[in-house]
């Protein structure tokens, strides 16, 4: 009975030092721009299979046993993927903090103005006034009423 006791001792000794050896990247994401907090977000160890999702608070917590310089990538979809180096020690919590994920659309995109005279319409029949009211651009057409002239 005396040696039960002392095996299930040992054995929760190195259960303790094995659970010690492994870093905690703890953060939250958001979106740069509105400053929401962003769910689903893939946060992963690259080149190992570790990886887990933001909560609905946007936050992780990975776990992690690999040792040294790592690159911590998060992903999601619409946004620019965030490539982090950071750095860990066993046993050691690393809290990245708050981490801005930037979306993919630029608002740098130029105003196109289309201007549309009577003589450009004639060839279909259709008054300018008519197409005031329903022009739209689709890629690189105009879109008049059931007409469609490539710009």
Request: proline letters at 1%; charged letters at 20%; hydrophobic letters at 40%.
């Amino acid at each position: 009975m005396r040696r039960n006791y002392m095996l299930v001792f040992i054995l929760l000794s190195f259960g303790v030092t094995f659970a010690q050896e492994e870093a905690i990247f703890t953060g939250t994401v958001i979106d740069a721009k509105t400053q929401n907090l962003l769910e689903i977000v893939v946060v992963s160890i690259q080149n190992s299979s570790i990886t887990q999702l933001t909560t609905v608070q946007g936050k992780f917590e990975l776990h992690s046993s690999i040792k040294g310089e790592q690159l911590l990538l998060l992903h999601s979809q619409s946004y620019k993927d965030l490539l982090l180096k950071v750095n860990s020690n066993s046993g050691q919590t690393v809290d990245l903090g708050i981490l801005q994920l930037e979306d993919n659309f630029s608002d740098d995109v130029p105003a196109i103005l289309i201007t549309l005279l009577d003589a450009d319409l004639s060839d279909y029949n259709i008054s300018s006034e008519y197409c005031r009211k329903s022009v739209k651009i689709v890629e690189k057409y105009v879109v008049c009423g059931k007409w469609l002239r490539r710009i």
